[in-house]
């Protein structure tokens, strides 16, 4: 099911063709939100990351682009889902209506809601490296959609070669993040994860994972700096996105990772997503 800037519709063919034509351009913003039964778990935390990205754009937004609009959006679908698991994946894609000019250089916008199953738990992925190109740490490499030609290229590569997905590099030749999430290295007691700087994706399943983990008294989380080197000497490895849920990594080149202890993290953290709603 699709909701076309408040109209829902089967799939993108029963789509007026005057509607589709916003499909030419690439999205503006492009938004993942998890959520549990049908309800979404951190709603005001998703609905100002949206606003506050949108505003970047230098687009005009509509009044009715309020948080209960959008919760009621995302409702409407849900109400005519068949096929309800506990965890699915909802994607906000927001378009501009015309292309900035001379006379009218602020825009206004549309947007599309999509609604699809979502695994919470990828086990035993195998991961490469990627280095035919790199992430430009910057103001926007923070944005999904900025960097993601460059995961498309990475997933690509890792398909073509055996594995599951790819670490990329940025511009300084450290890890920023992967084709398939932001990536958490566990050793001892302590969480690394690329800090901001580095150019992974911000999100919000993201920021509360890591809030979460920091509320441990027996896990110390880092955002810093991570050199290729620095993976192979974690035990433990994940990596994590609200487009392909939690995945567990098996291996990276001979390093064969840990999973005892990303597991009891998942499922305390899972069972504090439920305590959301």
């Known amino acids: 099911m699709i909701n076309f800037d408040g109209?829902?519709?089967i799939s993108l063919k029963t789509v007026p063709e005057e509607l589709l034509g916003y499909l030419d351009s690439l999205p503006l913003l492009t938004h993942h939100i998890i959520t549990v039964k049908g309800k979404i778990p951190f709603l005001e935390a998703h609905y100002f990351s949206m606003m506050a990205h949108l505003r970047r754009f230098r687009v005009e937004i509509p009044m009715n682009y309020t948080l209960n609009f959008f919760q009621e959006e995302v409702g409407q679908l849900?109400?005519?889902?068949?096929?309800?698991?506990?965890?699915q994946k909802v994607t906000l894609?927001?378009?501009?209506?015309?292309?900035?000019?001379?006379?009218?250089?602020?825009?206004?916008?549309?947007?599309?809601?999509?609604?699809?199953?979502?695994?919470?738990?990828v086990e035993d992925l195998n991961l490469t490296l990627y280095k035919d190109n790199y992430v430009y740490a910057g103001e926007f490499s923070n944005l999904y959609q900025t960097n993601e030609s460059l995961r498309k290229l990475g997933q690509v590569f890792a398909y073509e070669n055996g594995f599951g997905a790819s670490l990329l590099l940025n511009d300084h030749k450290r890890l920023a993040e992967s084709t398939h999430g932001v990536v958490f290295?566990?050793?001892?007691?302590?969480i690394r994860t690329p800090a901001?700087?580095?150019?992974?994706?911000?999100?919000?399943?993201?920021d509360e994972l890591i809030e979460f983990l920091s509320k441990k008294n027996t896990t110390e989380v880092i955002e810093t700096e991570i050199p290729v080197f620095g993976i192979q000497q974690a035990q433990?490895?994940?990596?994590?996105?609200?487009?392909?849920?939690?995945?567990?990594?098996?291996?990276f080149r001979k390093k064969v990772f840990e999973k005892k202890a990303s597991?009891?993290?998942r499922q305390?953290?899972?069972?504090?997503?439920?305590?959301?709603?």
């Not at 894609?93 to 947007?111: A, N």
């Not at 305390?268 to 709603?277: S, V």
């Open 185 to 190: 290295l566990f050793q001892k007691d302590e």
């Open 7 to 9: 109209e829902c519709f």
């Open 78 to 87: 849900f109400k005519l889902e068949s096929n309800k698991e506990e965890f």
């Open 263 to 265: 597991a009891m993290i």
């Open 268 to 277: 305390e953290f899972l069972k504090y997503l439920k305590n959301q709603l």
């Open 196 to 206: 901001l700087s580095e150019g992974p994706v911000n999100s919000v399943f993201r």
């Open 93 to 121: 894609k927001f378009y501009r209506t015309h292309y900035p000019t001379p006379v009218t250089p602020v825009t206004s916008i549309c947007f599309l809601i999509q609604i699809n199953d979502l695994s919470m738990l």
């Open 236 to 251: 433990e490895m994940f990596l994590i996105s609200a487009e392909y849920g939690w995945i567990q990594v098996n291996q």
